[in-house]
């Protein structure tokens, strides 16, 4: 369906969305294993630190998505969040004296336990919708991931 005149804000969030979502736009940075790694562990010790209660979370290959109750204000637990890991991103894929992530983000106010359940869903099978894993439970870099011990021969 078309618009024929400009998108509301929302309209151009869901646009904007689904480009992110089909990961492979803009730097592809955190798709490198190290990186996502990294960014993971930094988003559970920002949990662990009181930042914020965590719920969900998947690191894309362009993008993040959080699921949080701040028990900071946004803009700094965003700010100790992107900043810590910045550092070190930029450390693992040899970059100096560039922001590793985009200045703005976007924030929406959970009104309900069902919307909550919608998103957290939404969060944790991105990567199935992208194709990254076959199911959401399989994709390392996810509140969803089915961690399991390393049975191949390399790993005794």
Wanted: glycine share 8%; hydrophobic share 40%; with cysteine.
């Amino acid at each position: 369906m078309f618009s024929s005149g400009p998108l509301s804000s929302g309209q151009a969030f869901v646009a904007a969305d689904r480009l992110l979502d089909a990961g492979r736009n803009g730097p592809l940075y955190l798709g490198q294993p190290a990186v996502a790694s990294m960014v993971c562990d930094a988003i559970v010790a920002g949990a662990d630190e009181r930042r914020y209660s965590l719920y969900a979370y998947v690191v894309m290959p362009n993008h993040v998505y959080l699921l949080v109750t701040p028990l900071a204000p946004v803009p700094t637990l965003l700010r100790h969040l992107k900043g810590a890991s910045a550092r070190l991103a930029n450390q693992i894929v040899g970059r100096t004296g560039q922001p590793f992530w985009q200045p703005e983000s976007y924030d929406h106010w959970v009104r309900d336990e069902k919307e909550f359940r919608k998103i957290q869903g939404y969060i944790e099978d991105n990567p199935v919708k992208a194709g990254l894993a076959k199911a959401a439970g399989m994709y390392r870099w996810s509140s969803a991931w089915d961690a399991k011990p390393d049975l191949s021969p390399a790993a005794g």
